[in-house]
């Protein structure tokens, strides 16, 4: 390797790890004779399409690569044959969940710089075509602010409080400089969801990316418990809502009871009894029953409510509205 190939790749180096720097700072770091020479240098690496950034600081220009410009260097990696075919089903995975998000991007990116590497590799499969064998559901449909979602990924990251304006839009509504503890994100019925600890309500709430409006980070920083897990967090819920515990019962008809026998619909599901006419009684502990509700309604006459009596009530009215408005439509 040539010297001036070689004091570029340290260049790159040095502000991809991070660092900011002028030019002085950069000709003694790379020990050039002029500051000349670093000029050409970072001429030369944006040339190659790095993103060098500048700011002037007092008489002083100083330059660096954005946090989410760096380029970080992984020593060569051996993979099996099927390891790759893993990579490749499980970008297909996340496409799906990461398309609305800057990492969406950037994880076809690193993948298709993967397949590069490895193009000299003879496999009994077509990385590339391996898309069209596998889906993964369709993808969250709004499209996510990509500076909003940077900031909260550094905010969880860090422990950072935030502030935000946000749109309740079960309430229509929107709250302004609301102050958070975000504690993670999670997508949950095809929505991209932050967890966070509300310091209005003193409560922990689900926060719709979709409705954040506006982002500000705090200079105050929390500590997110030890024992906080969002697998517990999310355990009872059917989908992305919350709300009160409940314990529902099922009765499931002969021709219905195969699905709950080879499928868990959630993960506390459970078959509490097998009764002699082939039917089944099916039980979950849930939060909240709007959208068990609606899912217990999706199997139309094959699944029936018997508990809790609030679930009960409810399907019922609506069936019985339901009777009403459709012999309505008969006269």
Same mark, same amino acid.
């Given at each position: 390797m040539s010297r001036p190939d070689e004091r570029r790749r340290t260049l790159a180096r040095l502000l991809n790890a991070g660092g900011e720097y002028s030019h002085d700072e950069l000709r003694a770091e790379l020990r050039l004779g002029s500051v000349r020479q670093v000029r050409r240098l970072l001429g030369e690496l944006r040339r190659e399409g790095i993103p060098i950034r500048e700011r002037r600081e007092s008489k002083a220009k100083l330059f660096?690569?954005?946090?989410?410009?760096?380029?970080?260097?992984?020593? !060569?990696i051996s993979f099996t044959e099927e390891q790759i075919l893993a990579l490749a089903v499980a970008a297909e995975a996340s496409r799906a969940a990461l398309s609305p998000t800057p990492l969406g991007a950037a994880l076809r990116q690193a993948f298709d710089a993967l397949l590069k590497q490895m193009s000299t590799q003879v496999y009994s499969f077509d990385s590339e075509a391996e898309a069209a064998h596998w889906h993964?559901?369709?993808?969250p449909s709004v499209a996510l602010d990509p500076e909003i979602f940077r900031a909260l990924a550094t905010a969880i990251q860090d422990c950072r409080r935030i502030r935000i304006d946000y749109f309740t839009a079960s309430k229509r509504t929107i709250t302004t400089d609301r102050p958070v503890e975000p504690y993670g994100? !999670? $997508?949950r019925g095809g929505s991209?969801?932050? $967890?966070?600890?509300?310091? =209005?309500?003193?409560?922990? %709430?689900?926060?719709?990316?979709?409705?954040?409006?506006k982002l500000q980070l705090d200079d105050e920083y929390f500590i997110r418990p030890d024992e906080f897990s969002l697998d517990e967090y999310f355990r009872p819920r059917f989908n !992305?809502?919350?709300?009160? =515990?409940?314990?529902? =019962?099922?009765?499931?008809?002969?021709? =219905? !009871?195969?699905?709950?026998? %080879?499928?868990?619909?959630?993960p506390t599901q459970r078959i509490i009894e097998s009764r002699d006419d082939d039917r089944i009684v099916v039980g979950f502990e849930v939060a909240g029953l709007e959208e068990i509700r609606a899912w217990v309604q999706s199997w139309g006459i094959g699944v029936t409510v018997l508990?809790?009596?609030?679930?009960?009530d409810r399907i019922g009215k609506e069936a019985r509205e339901?009777?009403?408005r459709y012999a309505m439509r008969d006269n």
């Open positions: 660096s690569i954005a946090e989410e410009d760096r380029v970080v260097q992984i020593p !060569a993964f559901g369709a993808a994100l !999670a $997508v991209w969801l932050m $967890v966070g600890r509300c310091l =209005r309500s003193l409560q922990m %709430r689900d926060f719709s990316l979709a409705g954040i409006q !992305a809502l919350s709300g009160e =515990r409940f314990t529902v =019962r099922l009765l499931v008809e002969p021709d =219905r !009871a195969p699905y709950f026998h %080879r499928k868990k619909y959630h508990e809790p009596p609030e679930l009960v339901l009777v009403v």
